[in-house]
Every structure is written in C-alpha cells, then in structure tokens.
C-alpha cells in the first residue's frame, strides 16, 4: 500500500513551459486535492476533486488546470509556467471523516 | 471566511522542556480542528484532532483541547525530544464529511537541540 504518490519530485522549467503533476493513491480515497506551500503562507488549497470526473477550484486556481480521469489518479497542469508558480506541490486524498487528509511527499517546482 | 492565526516560529528548545504552540481560529458554524507534523523532506502528516467543543486530542505525548469559549486549539508537549523537530500546521475545516476544505494556519516550526 503505498499511499499517495507524486512525480515527479523536483523539476526545473523555463518561463512559458508547460508541465503536468501527478498524484496517485491506491486507498479507494473519493475526494482529492492540490496545494501549494509557500514560505510564510502555509497550504493553499489549488483545485479539488470530489469524485472521478470531477474537479472544483479553490483557493489559487489561477494559471493551473486539473483532471481526474480516474478514481485513483489527480493531475495538475501548469498550461504556460511563470516564476510566481515556483512553489512546493502537495497532493492529498481523503479516507474518511472530517478533515483526515493523507498527504504526498511534494513536488518542488523550480521556474526560471 | 475561516482562518487559523498560529504562533509565529521558529521555536527553539532544549530536550525535555515543556512545548507550548498557540492556535486560534475563525470560524462559521463547529468547526474541526487539527495538527498536522511536517517532517523535513516529507508530506504533512495528521498529529492529532478533535471535532467538537472540549474534546481533546493526542497523539504521540502531544495534547490539544478545542476550546469554543477562547476559539483556541493549542498544542502541548510535556517533555520534547530531537525527533519532535518538524514545522507544525494548525488547521480547521467546517464540514463534517464529504467535501472538506482544509483551512491551514502558516506553519510553526519546531527545532529541539540536545
């Protein structure tokens, strides 16, 4: 059981790329999320998925795109990289009851 | 909206001293409340919660009561150790299932020296 994964780790990208985040739990989790971790600031909450096929925004959705395709997978896109969007990218899924969120390891994003 | 006001950090101490992290909170409705441990180069992970007014929660020799009166929910340690180290987030969300939204405080971080 490995929880929830994320890929890649750490990226470096030069203004104007684009890229796609993954998340993946193999824990049945219904609702998934996406934040970012910037110094000072805590998490803030990106966009959020409450089902497979399902996506809502939160918090910053500004410059990201998301898609849940599968129960199981949770992807960020980042359609035209800027340097505001250098940050760390968490990805969580929830088991049950309020607020039992089960984080990824992160993805450190680096844009240049 | 809600929100969650933390003490600020980073906090130093020496093994086995007492641990005291401030959180208060704004909120609509009963609130939930967490802690959430990060550990260097990790996810965060749930420390500890409580869902209703005076519970307590505790995990790990870590202890925190909801308290509605003081809107706070802070957290203690009795007694640290090197491997408490680690930024500590304070957290609510105001529904009780399904489509929960993590409020988060800033972050505190902790280091205990030897």
């Known amino acids: 059981n490995a929880g929830v994964t994320q890929t890649p780790k750490f990226r470096v990208l030069k203004t104007g790329q684009s890229m796609t985040l993954l998340c993946a739990q193999d824990m049945n989790h219904e609702y998934m999320y996406w934040y970012r971790q910037d110094p000072g600031m805590g998490l803030r909450l990106i966009h959020y998925s409450v089902g497979e096929g399902t996506t809502a925004k939160g918090e910053v959705p500004d410059g990201y795109n998301v898609s849940r395709l599968k129960k199981q997978n949770f992807l960020l896109g980042l359609e035209s990289a800027a340097p505001s969007q250098t940050s760390v990218y968490f990805c969580?899924?929830?088991?049950?009851?309020?607020?039992?969120?089960?984080f990824g390891p992160g993805t450190r994003l680096l844009v240049l | 909206g809600n929100s969650v006001t933390q003490m600020e950090g980073p906090v130093t101490l020496s093994e086995e001293a007492f641990l005291t992290i401030n959180c208060t909170y704004t909120?609509?409705?009963?609130?939930?409340l967490f802690w959430y441990v990060q550990y260097p180069g990790e996810g965060l992970q749930l420390l500890l919660k409580?869902?209703?007014?005076?519970d307590k929660g505790s995990n790990k020799g870590f202890e925190a009561t909801y308290r509605k009166e003081t809107t706070s929910f802070h957290l203690e340690k009795g007694s640290v150790q090197v491997s408490d180290s680690a930024v500590y987030f304070c957290a609510l969300t105001s529904s009780n299932f399904g489509n929960e939204k993590l409020t988060f405080g800033t972050g505190t971080r902790l280091t205990i020296i030897p």
């Open positions: 409580a869902t209703k007014a005076d």
């Open positions: 909120a609509t409705g009963y609130p939930s």
């Open positions: 969580a899924s929830v088991r049950g009851g309020p607020g039992t969120q089960y």
